[in-house]
């Protein structure tokens, strides 16, 4: 059976990537922070089709936690053919008034923690001539976000990395593929400390629904996916639109009521 490496996989996204690859008999690696979690999805991924699921328990923010999971996988005798790096989380705030010390891991989780995860196990997938890496990006990527600047910049960052490293392994049989969801229905937003924020209901996407179109994106080649007919348009108009005009309705919709200005 095929493997599947799933970072982030014990809620949101990840844990709907488990429940797809399940269904589709891969044998899969799930790792995050919550141990706990992992147990129980690991279970459900079980029931859905999975065969063999391992568990690791581990925090990538860790500079040495990619390594240690690679040795992980290498002592299992695994081949990993599908590899989601979806572990990731933002912050909300004024920049100048946020820890330093939470944006740093922002930083190592949604950037360092990609870049260590795609070269680490690439080059087997290249050997192999086949395999598949999911990079979870975000429509924050295809702009600057007022009061989530540290996020948006570490998602351009993702999305622009994956865009190089599909076009430098065009025609070696390994698939690339940047993923962009606008907002969908996780805990994301709680993490974020957003969750109040000023989007209506409709911008939300499943999950399940997200995690579908990523899935047949990167079977298809498409070196980016934007989820969602919104978001595209959103995504392709920001080209169009003036920065200055992007940069006021993004501070608009993401200012913290903490940070609102006073009324008059």
Known sequence: MPSALITGASSGLGEQFAYALAQRKYDLVLTARRGDRLVTVASKARKLGAGMVE?????????????????????????????????GFGTSG????????????????????????????????????????????????????????????????????????????????????????????????AVAKNEHGRLPSFAYLEAETVVAQGITAAENGRAVHIAGVINFLTAQSNRLMPRSLINFVARRIYRPNADAPPST
Do not use: W
Request: charged content about 15%.
């Open 55 to 87: 568990v690791i328990e581990a925090d990538l923010a860790m500079r040495n936690a990619p390594a240690e999971i690679f040795a992980q996988v290498e002592a299992l005798r695994l081949h990993i053919d599908y590899l989601v790096n979806n572990a």
């Open 94 to 189: 004024r920049f100048d008034r946020l820890p330093l010390a939470r944006e740093l891991e922002e930083i190592d989780l949604n950037v360092s923690a990609v870049v260590a995860m795609t070269r680490l196990f690439l080059p087997a997938m290249v050997a192999r001539n086949s395999g598949t890496i999911i990079n979870v990006a975000s429509t924050a990527a295809f702009q600057a976000l007022p009061f989530m600047a540290t996020y948006a910049a570490t998602k351009a960052f993702v999305l622009n990395f994956t865009g190089a490293i599909a076009g430098e392994l065009a025609g070696t049989g390994v698939k690339v593929s940047a993923l962009c969801p606008g907002p969908v229905r996780t805990e994301f937003q």
